[in-house]
């Protein structure tokens, strides 16, 4: 225990100051191996048989997939699709901004996509619009949470494969507390606007001509809200493995890319698919170090120790879970969702299945959890490109994230902690999971 | 973000080389698992040597990334070092210092995953379904580590080199 002890502070002071991720893990690793005595050689080998399994593979594809998708133009024509429906209420633009982020999440399943397709466009016009910039900044960077927890999501393919559940089912937990989470911050989001001083609203138009702008609007969209059902209606109809629905999205968005949406081009697409290859390249080093360290620390029954010894503060469930909650903000506020949501399977799995809490409700809290922290200073790194997309320093967009944060994701924390339903509805409905 | 601060032209080479092959590896993996939901649902026909073949395109896709991501010094990081360190010697200094402790994880990695693959080179041992050898699988992770390597030994020298030029100005 004191190896590990020692390796966690080793962990957070590295973290802290900036090493890359990866070799933070690497380095742990190796402090672990060598405090305790144990035999490096067998780890490596280890480490590259976890990174050969098949089901990862739907990691690079839906990564590649996302960074086409932002490049495609497919994330304008979600814009004026919602806008279509709600553009033209007080705080209109706002509620675009989270909807589309959600649906955007549908397809790309990263938060960091979300903002660079989403941000990029949706700061701007807000601020034109009349929405403060700070606040405009913080909307987008909260939104883009919702790329965590809609699915496809790569932090839940990760926490599945880690943790040996059904990446399907895991998808499926999320999707409810996402759309808690849209519909809380759309309902804040109008109550702001209302403050807002020459806030600009699209004109009201009559409804003969509206049902025209929503039909025009849904055609254009029709191939971008196309793939969510075939990717989502593959993997629950049994047609094709999440890996499989990964790779069909990809070859997908290069047709519609080209020739519908125009947005991609050879220079583009090259740009697209060298910047999901270098984030794949990134969360696999990390994931490689990661699986030596898990195994490091399962040789020395650490994460049984940390379940005994929560289990000694207290063996009151509800407590023990307000713990992991806390556990699970500070792993999201230190590393990215895809570390985290590693971390977590591998640390506090153990924990969770000790004390009875069932798998895929715990994925679920996981993904609430790190999206909270992915937005939660000091490391926030959806919070802070967000703010270099929006030009603004985080004195600037603070409190409103802080609002956002308190009444919005958080309610919503607990919830899905307290109210395992919220998860486990739609696992159990469509696949029957017990 | 990519940083290619003050890379010279053999890294830019390497770097340019490995941005090609991530774009092969990732296009024709993609294919391939097309290639599978054609082969099983339009033909009827499933080729089992395809998961193998998508591992190995995959795998190479992972380290020869990993190894683009190291040159490109675009690893994920934490971001509170502005907080912690206050000035940019101090920054300097802390920056060399963390590359060389990810030159010493990545040396440690690259002795025993050569060991590894030195290993099934040696035993000659083959994939179940196509029959190749399985070092071939192995040798991404090898050579994914060497090029680590190299990139941080670089890095770290010039880092080094900016260090003392930094002294040197404040003397």
Not at chain 1, 327 to 332: A, D, N
Request: proline share 4%.
């Amino acid at each position: 225990m004191l190896a590990v002890t020692i390796a966690l502070i080793l962990i957070v002071v590295l973290l802290l100051l900036e090493v890359p991720v990866a070799y933070v893990f690497g380095a742990a690793s190796l402090l672990i191996v060598v405090l305790t005595g144990r035999d490096i050689a067998f780890l490596i080998p280890y480490a590259y048989q976890q990174e050969s399994g098949f089901a990862l593979l739907a990691l690079p594809l839906f990564i590649v997939a996302g960074s086409l998708m932002g490049a495609s133009g497919i994330s304008d024509q979600l814009v004026r699709f919602v806008n279509s429906f709600i553009g033209s209420i007080r705080g209109g633009l706002g509620a675009v901004t989270i909807v589309t982020c959600a649906l955007f999440g549908a397809i790309a399943g990263s938060g960091s996509s979300a903002i660079a397709a989403i941000g990029s466009m949706m700061i701007p016009r807000m601020v034109e619009a009349g929405y403060p910039r700070g606040y405009a900044i913080s909307l987008v960077a909260c939104s883009s949470v919702l790329a965590i927890l809609i699915p496809p999501s790569v932090a839940m393919i990760l926490f599945a494969i880690t943790s040996g559940l059904s990446v399907a089912a895991c998808f499926l937990s999320t999707i409810i507390p996402g759309i808690l989470i849209a519909t809380i911050y759309c309902l804040m989001n109008f109550r702001e606007a209302r403050r807002f001083e020459g806030l600009q609203v699209e004109e009201k138009v009559g409804p003969v001509e509206r049902v025209f702008k929503i039909g025009k609007a849904t055609k254009s969209a029709f191939w971008a809200l196309l793939m969510p059902g075939i990717m989502l209606g593959g993997i629950y109809g049994g047609i094709f493995t999440p890996t499989e629905a990964a790779a069909v999205a990809l070859m997908y968005t290069i047709p519609v890319g080209f020739l519908i949406y125009k947005g991609l081009n050879l220079k583009t697409t090259q740009a697209a698919i060298v910047e999901g290859a270098r984030n794949t390249g990134a969360i696999m080093m990390m994931l490689f170090f990661l699986f030596i360290m898990s195994r490091a620390m399962v040789q020395e029954n650490i994460p049984k120790d940390i379940a005994q010894f929560m289990l000694s503060l207290s063996d009151n469930p509800i407590v023990i879970l307000l713990m992991i909650n806390v556990l699970l903000l500070m792993i999201g506020m230190l590393v990215d969702d895809s570390a985290g949501a590693v971390l977590a399977a591998i640390v506090l799995m153990p924990v969770v299945r000790e004390v009875g809490i069932h798998p895929i409700h715990f994925a679920a809290i996981v993904g609430t959890n790190l999206g909270l922290g992915n937005v939660t200073p000091p490391c926030a790194p959806l919070l802070f490109m967000s703010g270099a997309i929006g030009g603004q320093t985080i004195d600037q967009y603070i409190r409103p994230t802080l609002k956002l944060i308190c009444f919005g994701h958080l309610p919503v924390v607990l919830l899905v902690t307290y109210v395992p339903e919220l998860a486990l509805y739609l696992p159990r409905m469509l696949m029957g999971i017990q | 973000m990519e940083n290619f601060d003050a890379v010279g032209p053999w890294e830019q080479r390497t770097i340019n080389i490995l941005k090609s092959l991530m774009i092969f590896f990732a296009m024709a993996l993609a294919l391939l698992m097309v290639v599978t939901v054609i082969l099983r649902y339009g033909v009827e026909k499933p080729f089992l040597a395809i998961e193998e073949a998508a591992v190995l395109l995959g795998l190479w896709l992972y380290f020869v990334s990993a190894a683009y991501v190291t040159g490109a010094r675009a690893h994920i990081c934490g971001g509170a070092l502005h907080l912690v360190v206050k000035t940019e010697q101090g920054r300097r200094v802390v920056r060399f210092l963390s590359t060389l402790l990810c030159l010493s994880v990545s040396c440690v990695a690259l002795y025993y995953a050569a060991k590894y693959g030195w290993f099934t080179f040696d035993k000659g041992r083959k994939s179940t379904y196509l029959q190749w050898p399985k070092y071939l699988w192995v040798a991404s992770m090898v050579f994914g580590f060497i090029v680590m390597t190299l990139f941080l030994a670089l890095q770290g020298r010039r880092d080094f080199a900016a260090l003392r030029e930094e002294e040197a100005h404040q003397c």
